[in-house]
C-alpha cells in the first residue's frame, strides 16, 4: 500500500502519541473507574496515567508493559467501563503483532460497551474495527465501523474525536480511489482540529491532504500540505508524523519519478519512525526504499535485501509487491527465469488478493520476460491479461478526473470569493487615502487600475476555461452521450424480454461494443488533459494507436510518415485534442465511404516558418473511379474544417488521381490568418 497509514491507527501503534490521541484509554490504564454514559453525557473525568502505562501498537512496545496490560485485564474481570478501557488499550497494543486477538477484544469491548450506554468506550471499540477491516482491505465494513464512531463522538459533542473519525473515513474513501470524498472529509475534519487547536489531527489530515492531492496531480498543492506537516510534526517532537510526512514527500516525489529525492525522503521517514516502530512497523517503509534502489539501477543491492524482507512480509501485498521488485531486478540483472518466477508469484498473490495494480505489473514483467525469451505467445498472453486489467483500472482514472475537476471548480470560487473581498477592503483604504492627501488620490487611482487590470485578466482567463470546459461537455454529450443512449436503448429491449437468445446475444454484443466505445471515447478526454502528454511524439503515439485499432479490423493496411526529430516540440492541449479528433474524423469518413480502398496513408510535418506549423494528411488508394457520390459535402469534412478554423488554420479534402486526400494544416501557435498564409497544392 503506497499511502500513509491512518492517524487513528497511528495513534494505537506509537505509544508517544497514543496519550494525546486516547485519553479515555490513558485513563483506564490507571484502574480509574468510569461510569457508563446515559443520554449522549460524558462521564466524569478521571485520573490521567502516567505515559509509562500507555501501549503501543506498532512500536517497540517493552514485554513487561504488554504483560501489565494483560494481567490488569485479567486482574479486572467485572462488566464495567474499566474492563471496557482495559480491553480497548490491549487491544491497541496487539493490534499489529497480533491482529487477530486484537480484533478479537476490540469486539468484546464493543460488546460490553453497548450493554452499558458506554458511548466513548464504544467509539474507541468501533474506531479500531474500522482501522482492523481497512488493514484488510474490506472497505464496506471498515466504513461502517468508522460512521458508527462518528456517530458516537457527534453525540458525545467531541471535536476532537470527530476529526479522526473523518480522518479515518478519508483514508477509507482514499483507498478506493474516491477521492472527492476523502478530499472533502479531510477538510471538514480540518476544521474541527483548527477549532479545537487540535495540533496532532491536523497534522495528520494535512498528511493525508497531501496525498490525495498528489494522487490528483495537484503537486504544488500537496507539497505546501506536506510542508505545513513537516512544520507541525517538529512542533509537536512527534517523530510517527514526522516519518508520515516524509513518506508522503517521498510518494510525492515518487509519483513525479523522481527516484533519488524519494529514496532521500524514504531514508528520513525511516530514521524518524526507527524510535518508535518494530521491525514489522518499519517493513512498507523499507520495500519503499528498496522499490527506489531498483528503479536506480541497483539490482544487485534490491537482490540481497529484498530476499531478507520477504522473509519477514506477512500480508498479500507486501509479499506481492516485493516478488516485483525482485523480478524487476532479476531481470535487470540478466537472469529471465529468476525473474519469471518472481513475476509468477507476484500474479498467483495479487490476483488472490484482488490487487489490481499489482497484477498489472506482474502481468506486464511476465510478457517481457517471455519476450525476452523469444516465447511470443506466452508474452501475447500475459500482454492481453496486461490489457485486461488496465481496462479495469481506467475506471479509477477517470474517477480521479472527475474529483479533480470538481476540487478546482470548488477552489476556484472560493479564492474568488476571496479575492473580491480582498478587492472591496483595498478600495475602501485607497478612498479614505483620497480624502487626505494628492498623493494619496493618485496611488487609490493607481491600484484601482492595477486591480482592474488584474480581474479583467482573471474573468478573461475564466472565460476561457469556461469555454474549454463547454468544449469538452459538447464532445462528450455528442459522443459518449450516444452510445449511452445505444446502452439504455438496448438495455430496454433486453428487459422487455421479447426476442429470442440469438437476438439476445446480439443485443449484448452491441451493448458490450458500445460500452467499449464510450470507455475510449473518456480515455480520449483523460489523455487530451492530461499534462504528461504534451509532446509531439505523443501525438504520433496516439494516431498509431488509434490507426491499428480501428483499420487492422477493417483489413486495412496503413503506413506512417513522421517526423523523427524535434519530438520533443510541446503541444498546447487545445492543438492536441483538436488534432486528434480531426484525425478521428478523418480515418472515420474513410471507413464509411472508401469500400474500395486498401491502404491508407498517413503523414504528419512540422512546417518551419514563422510561426512553425503542423500539417496533417490522411490518404486512402481509392481512387477517382470509386469514390461515392456526396462524399465532398458530407457531416464529418464540415466538421474538420470548422476544428481547423478554431486553430486559426485550413482544411482541405478532396479527391486525386490516387484516392481520396484530407489535409489540415494549423499553427503551433494561434494568431495567423491561416487562409492567406496557405493555398493547397
Known amino acids: 500500500m ?20 486516547l485519553p479515555v484509554q490513558a485513563a483506564e490504564a ?41 494481567l490488569r485485564l485479567r486482574q479486572h474481570p467485572q462488566p464495567d467501563t474499566v474492563r471496557v478501557n482495559r480491553l480497548n488499550a490491549l487491544a491497541l497494543a496487539l493490534r499489529t503483532n497480533n491482529p487477530a486477538t486484537s480484533a478479537a477484544l476490540f469486539r468484546e469491548a464493543l460488546a460490553l460497551s453497548t450493554r452499558l450506554q458506554y458511548l466513548l468506550g464504544r467509539g474507541h471499540a468501533r474506531f479500531g474495527l474500522g482501522y482492523h477491516y481497512r488493514d484488510k482491505s474490506q472497505y464496506d465494513s471498515a466504513l461502517t465501523y468508522t460512521q458508527r464512531a ?4 457527534t453525540q458525545l459533542r467531541n471535536d476532537y474525536h470527530r476529526a479522526r473519525a473523518l480522518y479515518g473515513m478519508a483514508r477509507i474513501y482514499f483507498e478506493q480511489g474516491l477521492y472527492g470524498q476523502s478530499m472533502a472529509s479531510c477538510l471538514e475534519g480540518l476544521q474541527l482540529a ?22 490528483l496531480g495537484e503537486y504544488e498543492q500537496a507539497h505546501q500540505y506536506l510542508r505545513q506537516a513537516q512544520r507541525l510534526a517538529q512542533q509537536l517532537h512527534d517523530p510517527i508524523g514526522s516519518g508520515h510526512a516524509y513518506t508522503a514527500l517521498g510518494e510525492l516525489s515518487q509519483q513525479q519519478e523522481r527516484w533519488a529525492r524519494a529514496q532521500q525522503f524514504y531514508e528520513q521517514a525511516i530514521a524518524s519512525y526507527q524510535a518508535v516502530y518494530n521491525a514489522q512497523g518499519l517493513l512498507p517503509s523499507r520495500i519503499r526504499l528498496l522499490d527506489m534502489a531498483e528503479r536506480q539501477g541497483r539490482a544487485q543491492q534490491a537482490l540481497a535485501e529484498g530476499a531478507a524482507l520477504l522473509r519477514q512480509a506477512t500480508t498479500a ?44 505489473s506482474a502481468a506486464q514483467l511476465l510478457a517481457q ?75 487609490l487611482v493607481a491600484a484601482v487600475a492595477s486591480g482592474l487590470g488584474v480581474w479583467q485578466y482573471r474573468r478573461q482567463q475564466a ?71 504534451d509532446k509531439l511524439a505523443d501525438l ?72 512553425t506549423q503542423l500539417a496533417l494528411e490522411v490518404r486512402d488508394n481509392c481512387g477517382t473511379q470509386c469514390q461515392p457520390q456526396g462524399r465532398q459535402a458530407g457531416r464529418g469534412l464540415r466538421t474538420i474544417s470548422a476544428r481547423a478554423q478554431s486553430l486559426g488554420g485550413i482544411s482541405y479534402s478532396g479527391s486525386t488521381a490516387d484516392g481520396f486526400r484530407v489535409y489540415v494544416v494549423a499553427p503551433l501557435a494561434g494568431g495567423w490568418n491561416a487562409p492567406k498564409r496557405y493555398q493547397p497544392s
Open 369 to 443: 520476460v517471455a519476450a525476452r525469451q523469444n516465447r511470443f505467445a506466452e508474452a501475447y498472453r500475459y500482454q492481453q491479461l496486461t490489457s485486461s486489467y488496465a481496462d479495469s483500472l481506467t475506471g479509477n482514472a477517470t474517477r480521479r478526473l472527475v474529483a479533480a475537476l470538481q476540487f478546482r471548480a470548488s477552489r476556484e470560487r472560493e479564492q474568488s470569493q476571496r479575492r473580491e473581498l480582498a478587492q472591496q477592503q483595498q478600495v475602501a483604504r485607497l478612498r479614505q487615502q483620497r480624502q487626505t492627501i494628492l498623493w494619496g488620490a493618485l496611488t
Open 540 to 611: 504520433l503515439d496516439r494516431l498509431r494507436e488509434y490507426a491499428h485499432e480501428v483499420l487492422d479490423p477493417a483489413g486495412l493496411s496503413v503506413t506512417f510518415a513522421f517526423p523523427t526529430t524535434q519530438l520533443a516540440q510541446p503541444l498546447s492541449s487545445l492543438l492536441r485534442r483538436n488534432l486528434y479528433l480531426i484525425y478521428k474524423e478523418s480515418l472515420r469518413n474513410l471507413l464509411d465511404h472508401a469500400s474500395c480502398a486498401t491502404a491508407v496513408a498517413v503523414s504528419v510535418q512540422l512546417m518551419p516558418g514563422s510561426p
Open 317 to 360: 501485498s507486501e509479499i506481492s509487491r516485493l516478488h516485483v521488485v525482485l523480478a524487476r531486478a532479476w531481470l535487470q540483472a540478466g537472469q529471465p527465469d529468476s525473474a519469471a518466477r518472481h513475476g509468477r508469484q507476484s500474479l498467483r498473490v495479487s490476483q488472490a488478493s484482488r490487487l489490481k495494480e499489482v497484477s498489472a
Open 2 to 21: 503506497n499511502s500513509l497509514n491512518s492517524f487513528f491507527a497511528v495513534a494505537l501503534s506509537a505509544g508517544v502519541s497514543l496519550l494525546a490521541f
Open 30 to 70: 490507571s484502574g480509574a473507574p468510569v461510569r457508563p454514559v446515559i443520554s449522549g453525557t460524558l462521564p466524569p473525568p478521571a485520573p490521567a496515567a502516567s505515559p509509562r502505562e500507555v501501549p503501543g501498537g506498532t512500536h517497540r512496545l517493552p514485554r513487561q508493559k504488554l504483560d501489565s496490560l494483560q
Open 194 to 215: 483548527r477549532a479545537q487547536r487540535s495540533l496532532r489531527p491536523e497534522l495528520f489530515l494535512l498528511t493525508q491532504l497531501g496525498h490525495t492531492s498528489t494522487a
Open 463 to 533: 472565460a476561457r476555461d469556461k469555454e474549454l470546459r463547454t468544449r469538452l461537455a459538447a464532445d462528450l454529450n455528442n459522443d459518449v452521450g450516444a452510445l449511452l443512449q445505444q446502452i439504455s436503448e438496448q438495455s430496454g429491449l433486453l428487459q422487455e424480454g421479447l426476442a429470442d437468445g440469438e437476438a439476445q446475444r446480439r443485443q449484448l454484443d452491441q451493448i458490450s461494443e458500445s460500452s467499449r466505445s464510450a470507455m475510449r471515447q473518456l480515455n480520449d478526454v483523460v489523455w487530451s488533459l492530461d499534462s504528461k502528454n
Open 150 to 153: 462518528y456517530h458516537d463522538y
